[in-house]
């Protein structure tokens, strides 16, 4: 096991080196491999504790009666996925995982976190990591529900791109989606938010080449 992933984690957080691999251990950690659009967790399936994603990336979805695809958000390594179904104890869960590049994921039991907390101060260290966690992720899913809130494809196109260039303290960045997925979280129809993208760059808003963009001064 890589411990040198794990202890960039902000789940292990303030954990020393030397103790984190008695900390991991403790929390009865079973790894997992996928290949590029592999299933990692299945909507309607029990959760099966937090996951960890090592390595790779993964997309979490969501299909409604009729099978119609959203996606909730993106996954990088060192995300935590499914912690808050843990926390809940819901017994199936409302979303899927999917790779999207060949990835390895760790989970973690909640029961053996719980338990543990009580004896050893490096579990109440994750115990409090994974309550920011979820905190942080919860001021997200805010943040999507003010986005999807808004009528216009340019203004959720906007409001996401803005988003993007703020967390990478650059006007000019990657996406982690391609057309598709990027039109499936927007709740957009894929050529729609391709037509309003080229009217995008026309009017002078944006530049972008696949899922690089630019954000102009006149934004």
Request: proline share 5%; glycine share 6%; charged share 25%.
């Amino acid at each position: 096991m890589d411990y040198g992933l794990l202890a960039a984690c902000p789940l292990f957080e303030g954990i020393a080196p030397r103790e984190l691999p008695d900390a991991v251990g403790a929390l009865s950690p079973v790894m997992r491999d996928y290949e590029k659009n592999q299933t990692v967790l299945m909507q309607g399936d029990p959760p099966c504790g937090i996951g960890l994603l090592l390595t790779g990336t993964a997309l979490v979805v969501k299909d409604d009666f009729w099978g119609r695809r959203s996606i909730v958000t993106s996954l990088k390594q060192g995300d935590l996925f499914a912690e808050a179904f843990a926390c809940a104890h819901v017994p199936e869960l409302p979303v899927s995982v999917i790779a999207t590049a060949p990835s390895q994921a760790l989970f973690f039991s909640l029961e053996r976190l719980l338990e543990g907390s009580r004896r050893f101060q490096q579990l109440q260290n994750v115990c409090a990591s994974l309550l920011r966690i979820v905190a942080r992720k919860n001021l997200a899913l805010l943040r999507v529900s003010a986005l999807l809130s808004r009528r216009t494809i340019r203004e959720r196109v906007l409001g996401y791109l803005s988003s993007c260039a703020e967390q990478e303290g650059s006007r000019e960045f990657a996406i982690p989606m391609d057309r598709q997925q990027m039109a499936d979280f927007l709740a957009v129809d894929r050529s729609a938010l391709s037509a309003e993208l080229s009217r995008m760059k026309a009017d002078g808003l944006i530049d972008f080449h696949k899922n690089r963009f630019v954000l102009k001064e006149n934004t």
